[in-house]
């Protein structure tokens, strides 16, 4: 599926309007998902750049002329660079006397360092808060892919519980939950993390070639991306019976889970979500076991604002999209973690994700 084209023209606006009370006088975006925020167009992750350069009067996209028929026509004018011109030298152009000019964060260092030579006397500054502050509260559009990746990834954990999964690797369940993600309906698999056993203590684990046995538990915790946007999702299996510690520690992680959720309405403090899940894994005596945030926001990218950490005090508001993924590593042993997207919506929370949350036994 291509990307829906949403109001760029209206994105633009308040980019501009966000420069103004920030006192910027340009905005230079690259590589990364800012640039398509307000574009629509992606950058080629090359050595040739691409760059948008926003003014208060000036919004140019810089782009490789071999690049150009890529670029759909949008609020902006496009600057195509030939491979004998220089394009730090057509964006200085365009920024022309700036004192304060805002960097996207993925910009690359080697152009950011040539973009501070070409331009001696501004002074740079990370657009990432500005990005962040149009990017954080999702539009009905944006919610609506969120949510249609999150039910693709739904239809995939529902194939899961059916999957014999023992006697394979978790390199060749890693394959399949590739595949299911792309049938379902993402454009994309961005990411797959199995881990069986004791390598489910490791929340990052890389898919490896153990073989999965009776007995072990196996994290899966996946993701793809449809019409741009992210799905998340993680649940924990069970190779044949569990036992009665298993069961126990799976329970404490739903239940976590649940009174995150729950914590979720508009004005809520992510640090107080984070609690929620915390507490209850603390009063069960998993507490050190608990060793990251209980949630990222989601969207374009996988981890973006707001995060839902301890640090964290901005209250949450209507269309702000993230996870809620609290879990207990027992190094050695195994673990458990159980995901799932959430928006806050005027009056409460609409969790994206409905898969059976039980801990199920497979094959
Ligand atoms: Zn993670
Ligand atoms: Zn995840
Ligand atoms: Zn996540």
Redesign the pocket.
Known sequence: MESPRFDYAARIDRARAAMAEREADALLLSVGPDLPYLTGYEAMPLERLTMLALTPKDAVLVVPELEAPRVEPGPFETRPWGELEDPIDIVAGVVGGARSVLVGDHTWSAFLLSLQDALPDARFASAGPLMTSLRIRKEPDEIGLLRRAAHAADRVVARLAGLEMSSLTEREVARIVADWTVEEGHDVDTFK?VAAGPNGAS??HEPTDRVIAEGDMVII?FGGRLGGYCSDTTRTFVVEDPTPEQQEVHAVVLAAQRAAAQAVRPGAIPAEIDAAARRIIEEAGYGEYFI?RTG?GIGLEV?EHPYIIETNSQPVEPGMAFSI?PGIYLPGRFGVRIEDIVVVTDDGVEPLNRSDHSLVSVG
């Open positions: 993390i929340p990052h915790d990251h990222h981890h993924e």
